[in-house]
């Protein structure tokens, strides 16, 4: 016989309540702050925002995982293993009108085994979407530390390295970029000594002139940087060779241990060793296989959340429709930015129940 909706939310409750994990719930109200600093202006403007009488901007809580990560900080638990579950509402705003969602969720920090701690979540996750009766989900698996460890393999500068991972999950920029790194016919190859200080003085000068105030906006010093930097890129620009190799890499998905051979001998072939982060993504592509064998699962080597705090292992499964149902991985940088005084495993996922009783409905 098939559950009911109460039955399903019971069950989901006994699950975020078991004895190996601690329900919390952060404030509704939380500083906004920290998602403008980390998040991003995209996420940002899926904010529901307020100011107090001192100014200071707040926010309806939009998720779980960043005040978790941040209460666990400041309650002094760094290096201490911590499981937290949770189960409640986030709001945000999406074409300007206010939204609330049901999200359930388990986070995993400071754990002595990171990849247990991820093979857990992707249980967690599991068990989670078996409530509501989906066992057949569609699974795609990206690899973020897959691919950082190839753009430090391949030798490119570190000013390189760091504008092509700021455009992983964004898919149409780095398409716009692998374009543009394809067809370089406009480099700019040198830049003279003295050249910051005679392009600040041509900024303040353009900005006086346009009557834009020099406080509270973008500094003449910060766009001749950003500016410069470009330039440098500019001049020195990645072998054509290694362009191709990460052509050919972004365009890999297919089953993981399809994906994953293609990828070790197209690295092998360009004389790089990716051995360890390839096994330790063959390796949960396993688990979650083993744990879920109806399953559809891929490995498609463009993925990565949009927020760049991950740092390992990702994944989302789907439904019939292609709704997320639950998305996480493991995300080590998130900690780092709160200010951890030393590195951090960090491992979650999140689960979206009222998208998840809609599919238990069809």
Known sequence: MAKSAAERR??????????T???VAPPLLLPAGPYLDLAGEEFGRQLLLTTSNNGVEYCLRPDFTLPIAKSYLDDGMAGVPGAFTYLGPIFRQENGVP????????????QPDAN?????VLTFARWALA?????????????VGLF????????????????IRSRFGHPAALQRLMERLTSPDNRITGTAPDARETIIEIVTDNMLSAGLSL????????????YLEKQ?????????????????????IDTPGRALDRIRLMTAEAGLDLEAPLDAVRMHAAALTALSPRAEVVFDASFSPRLDYYTGVVFEMTGVDGDILASGGEYDRLLDRLGAPEPIAASGCALWTDRLEQEATR
């Open 232 to 252: 440098a890129l500019d001049a020195v620009p990645i072998p054509a060779e290694m362009v191709a190799l990460l052509v050919d890499y972004l365009a890999v």
């Open 99 to 110: 939204v609330e969602y049901d999200q359930a969720g388990l986070e995993l920090l400071g």
């Open 10 to 19: 019971s069950a989901m409750v006994r699950l975020v309540e078991s004895k």
């Open 131 to 143: 409530i509501y009766d989906v066992t057949a989900p569609n699974v795609r698996l990206g690899g």
């Open 215 to 226: 406080v509270g906006s973008r500094q003449p010093e910060e766009i001749a940087d950003r």
């Open 116 to 120: 247990s701690a991820l093979d857990q």
């Open 21 to 23: 994990v601690q329900r």
């Open 148 to 163: 950082e460890a190839l753009l430090a393999a391949m030798g490119i500068s570190p000013q390189w390295q760091t504008r």
